[in-house]
Nanobody
Framework: QVQLVESGGGLVQAGGSLRLSCAAS????????MGWFRQAPGKEREFVSA???????DYADSVKGRFTISRDNAENTLYLQMNSLNPEDTAVYYC??????????????WGQGTQVTVSS
């Protein structure tokens, strides 16, 4: 069982930066692939980024070069550094934990989400 709690969302102007965190409970965090997803109003949830237990990363094309995913297994925490934000990044951001980055969209564990709003 893994419990996930996101934080770090907020309101930022276009061009600004935010860093999201996802704190995980449990002693097996390091064994999980972790991912970030987002859902904008009226849209379906979409993949943002994922990282395997050993640091292999994947990004959606829309965030490549702007967002960086990382993890600290000693602190049981997942991060998403978001730079050069634009209004299209506005969404609720969720973290997820699963066995593989390949299947991360079907992850068993999800956080409650944190709101990111980018003003123009």
């Amino acid at each position: 069982q893994v419990q996930l709690v996101e934080s770090g969302g907020g309101l930022v102007q276009a061009g600004g930066s935010l860093r999201l965190s996802c704190a995980a409970s449990g002693r097996t965090f390091s064994r999980y692939a972790m991912g970030w997803f987002r859902q904008a109003p009226g849209k379906e949830r979409e993949f943002v980024s994922a990282i395997s237990w050993n640091g292999i990363t994947d990004y959606a094309d829309s965030v490549k070069g702007r967002f960086t995913i990382s993890r600290d297994n000693a602190e049981n925490t997942l991060y998403l550094q978001m730079n050069s934000l634009n209004p299209e990044d506005t969404a609720v951001y969720y973290c997820a934990a699963g066995p593989s980055i390949v299947t991360i969209s079907r992850a068993a564990y999800w956080g409650q989400g944190t709101q990111v709003t980018v003003s123009s």
